[in-house]
């Protein structure tokens, strides 16, 4: 994956809203069921299936995200995992839930959902994740191995921008949710 200046969405099959975007839909709208429904619309190969899915699913906020929790043990496929971790990393600091999976993912049998826990962990800047982060020190991927490096480094650092710029050249920044740009 490339990582290039002013990255916001490195998942480009997936869109980004501002977390804080004004959202006309209250959360009586969508009953639990249908909540659910829409997350489990998310296990699936096909984006645009996973981007209709999450346009239902956005305006909930960080209440989703204890679904998106529940829902990641029985997603089947990893596309599926790589969303429920990336729409919980903008959760990363005021959800329990979202620091948990990430947490849990971390340990995910494939390479793609660990880059999005190590992501989500380091976006949190929780110091309780480094010892998480440091089990993956034994992975036998080394790129698993340079994204928990990466994101402890973050972490230490209290600068999420140092995930996607391991280097601190401070010429590549990571915009989550507004505020984020160091500009």
């Known amino acids: 994956m490339e990582r290039s200046a002013q990255t916001s969405c490195p998942l480009p099959a997936i869109r980004c ?6 959202l006309d839909v209250p959360l009586s709208v969508m009953n639990k069921q249908e909540i659910i429904s829409f997350v489990n619309h998310l296990d699936t190969t096909n984006s645009r299936e996973q981007e209709n899915a999450w346009d239902k699913l956005r305006p909930l906020r960080d209440h989703v995200v204890p679904y998106l929790l529940e829902a990641y043990p029985t997603t089947k496929k990893w596309q599926g995992r790589v969303a429920i971790v990336y729409h919980s990393i903008r959760y990363a600091r005021s959800s329990e839930e979202a620091f948990q999976l990430g947490l849990i993912a971390c340990q995910d049998k494939a390479m793609l959902v660990r880059y999005r826990a190590c992501g989500l962990l380091a976006y949190s800047l929780r110091f ?7 089990a993956l020190f034994k992975h036998r991927e080394r790129k698993t191995v340079e994204d928990a490096v990466a994101a402890i480094d973050a972490i230490k650092s209290q600068n999420h921008h140092y995930f996607v ?3 601190h050249t401070g010429q ?3 915009q989550v949710n507004d505020g984020d740009s160091p500009i």
């Open 172 to 174: 590549i920044f990571w």
């Open 128 to 134: 309780d994740a480094i010892p998480h982060l440091e």
């Open 17 to 22: 809203a501002p977390a804080d975007a004004a």
């Open 165 to 167: 710029d391991p280097n």
